[in-house]
């Protein structure tokens, strides 16, 4: 099969108009182009194609420009909160793992053995399966202290502590990815301790959440779109459903949003983060739709509650 032949920012331009889009400005739209990439920009006009491959009509580059930018705006938001949310997370692992099992508990499989489990007997050789998940947590572990090794304090615990590493100081070198498997292999009374004394959500709710915010943190450093595109599917809060049913939808940024509310332990960041992204939204007013992040009319209410 034949390859896609390159083209010039110029014919990249003269492509979208062909396809009728309504470019304002050439230059200016070049400029973009040859910035952020013809691919990633055209991803942003998927839903305003017809089924012959052009554009409907009215559609302008400067709206789906404003719309990228929106976008971007959006996803560096977003990530400010998720980074608190991830050095609770830290701090929740550390704190619970250190008191649990010991400063380098996290290194013995059997400390992840929960009894409970074990005595239910739903899965073969449970104990075996809870140290395969271990070693490889572990492989992510020793691979995050040897790509870290230049740091002073893994210097300082290399030399002066012959590599013991207390859980407290590995988990400022570990992703979130690592954190989020670690929080999962963690005992049922381990992550009740986590409930009961440090976060407010539920254990069934965290386990969800740590890995779908995880994936939400991956998508926004890889300059993912946020802005009419489906995410995984993450739990939704009883207190936010009618009944049993979803009063929004679990695929779109605004049910990852709730899911933050939760976990965001001040007050006062949460209230700087929802006037930020009031005001992000009615800059953008005119050519973003709620709908695309699945934002309800009342969102701002439902975020100050």
């Given at each position: 099969?034949?390859t ?10 003269n492509?979208l108009?062909?396809?009728?889009l309504i470019?304002?400005?050439f230059?200016?739209a ?13 991803a ?22 404003n ?8 996803r ?20 619970t793992i250190?008191?649990s ?5 996290y290194l013995?499989?059997?400390n992840?053995?929960d009894?409970?489990?074990?005595e239910?007997g ?12 271990h ?16 740091k ?30 670690i929080?999962?292999?963690l005992?049922t009374d ?9 976060c407010p ?41 009618n ?16 899911a ?9 960041i949460?209230?700087s983060f929802?006037?930020?992204l ?6 953008h007013n ?12 009342d ?6 509650k």
């Open positions: 099969m034949a896609k032949t390159a083209t010039t920012f110029e014919e990249q331009i492509i108009k062909v396809r009728g470019v304002e400005d230059d200016d070049k400029l973009f182009i040859q910035n952020i990439n013809y691919y990633r920009f055209t942003y006009l998927i839903k305003y194609k017809e089924k012959d491959g052009s554009y409907k009509q009215g559609v302008k580059f400067n709206d789906i420009k719309i990228y930018l929106f976008d971007q705006e959006l560096h938001l977003v990530v400010s909160v998720l980074e608190i949310v991830e050095l609770s997370f830290r701090t929740y692992i550390a704190y250190a008191h099992c010991g400063p380098l508990g013995k499989s059997e992840f053995i009894k409970k489990e074990k239910k739903f899965l073969k050789d449970y104990e075996k399966e809870i140290k395969l998940k070693d490889k947590i572990l492989d992510d572990i020793y691979t995050s202290i040897d790509d870290n090794k230049n002073l304090f893994i210097r300082h615990h290399n030399k002066k502590y012959n590599g013991d590493i207390p859980i407290w100081v590995l988990v400022e070198v570990l992703s979130f990815g690592t954190i989020s498997r929080y999962k292999l005992t381990q992550q009740m301790f986590i409930y009961k004394k440090l959500a539920s254990r069934k709710l965290l386990k969800s959440w740590v890995g779908s915010l995880n994936k939400l943190r991956n998508e926004c450093a890889h300059y993912g779109r946020l802005y009419g595109t489906n995410l995984s599917s993450i739990k939704i809060a009883n207190k936010y459903k009944g049993k049913v979803n009063i929004y939808d679990d695929t779109k940024l605004f049910a990852y949003i709730l933050i509310k939760d976990l965001i332990y001040s007050k006062d949460w209230r929802v006037s930020s009031h005001t992000l939204l009615d800059k005119r050519t973003i739709n709620l709908y695309e992040i699945g934002f309800p009319e969102w701002f209410e439902v975020l100050t």
